[in-house]
């Protein structure tokens, strides 16, 4: 009896283990319908892809980033939003990460926030590299998206624990009817963001990176447990789309948590 629970149990758990290495590189395109009934006419069938936790760094290398970019751009967004967390394990990374993402291609722009990992590895060169790849840093700073006579704002917000956090730009200047979206990097910002944003692009989380069938995780960087755990999430009259992201923290394995490039089609609900 024993053999033979051995002859069942060793494929399954070796299996497995092979298994949770190769998850991190099996990026999935996750394409979400968004429905608002604020978004004016001119912007339904606007394509956002959403980019997030690049990490580049010993576990996410600069041709995986090359290669990253090539699939986006295959996909001909609208827009190019990104989350954070370019880099991970070292600041000497951050140069070769944007030289890549230098080359991401759309007509209304490439845009982008801090992670806690961009500070923690040098905020300031990220910056600077950010500029000089040609995308605008919303870091507490906001645009007005326009087609033709209609417009949306987008906002974004500082890090949620190595930043202040400040929508005035994104806020002060929209009616109700107006659609607002902003990126954090952190979804806990939800909690505390104003009424009238209507959408929260977000990542940080990673899914959970190892979880339970992707049903739960033991450990979530969120103050709010599972809440904001992956997908769409419903926070009073805000949505908030968590990405699983694209790379890992320490140790470089996922479990029922895909990497994820997010497409996010607007409509006009």
Not at 93 to 117: Q, T
Not at 190 to 216: C, F, M, R, Y
Request: net charge negative; proline share 4%; hydrophobic share 40%.
């Amino acid at each position: 009896m024993k053999n033979r629970l051995r002859l069942i149990f060793y494929p399954i758990f070796f299996s497995l283990l092979i298994y949770i290495f190769i998850e991190p590189f099996w990026i999935e395109e996750k394409t979400i319908i968004y429905r608002h009934t604020d978004i004016p006419a001119s912007f339904s069938g606007m394509k956002i892809v959403f980019l997030t936790d690049i990490h580049h760094g010993p576990f996410f290398s600069i041709d995986r980033v090359r290669s990253l970019v090539d699939r986006v751009n295959a996909l001909h967004p609208d827009i190019i939003i990104l989350g954070g967390d370019f880099v991970h394990h070292g600041s000497e990374y951050i140069e070769s990460c944007f030289k890549e993402l230098a080359r991401l291609s759309a007509p209304m722009g490439v845009f982008g926030v801090l992670g806690n990992h961009d500070h923690w590895e040098n905020a300031a060169l990220t910056r600077k590299e950010m500029e000089k790849a040609g995308i605008k840093d919303l870091d507490n700073d906001a645009v007005w998206l326009n087609r033709g006579k209609e417009r949306i704002k987008l906002g974004g917000v500082g890090d949620f624990l190595e930043d202040d956090q400040d929508t005035s730009k994104t806020t002060d200047d929209v009616s109700s009817s107006d659609f607002v979206m902003l990126a954090s990097h952190n979804p806990d910002f939800a909690e505390v963001a104003p009424v009238k944003i209507d959408l929260i692009l977000s990542g940080h989380t990673h899914g959970g990176q190892v979880t339970l069938l992707g049903l739960w995780a033991p450990i979530l960087n969120s103050m709010y447990g599972q809440k904001y755990l992956t997908g769409i999430v419903k926070n009073g009259s805000t949505d908030v789309i968590i990405s699983n992201g694209i790379g890992t923290i320490t140790p470089p394995v996922r479990f029922f948590a895909r990497p994820q490039i997010v497409i996010i089609e607007l409509q006009k609900k």
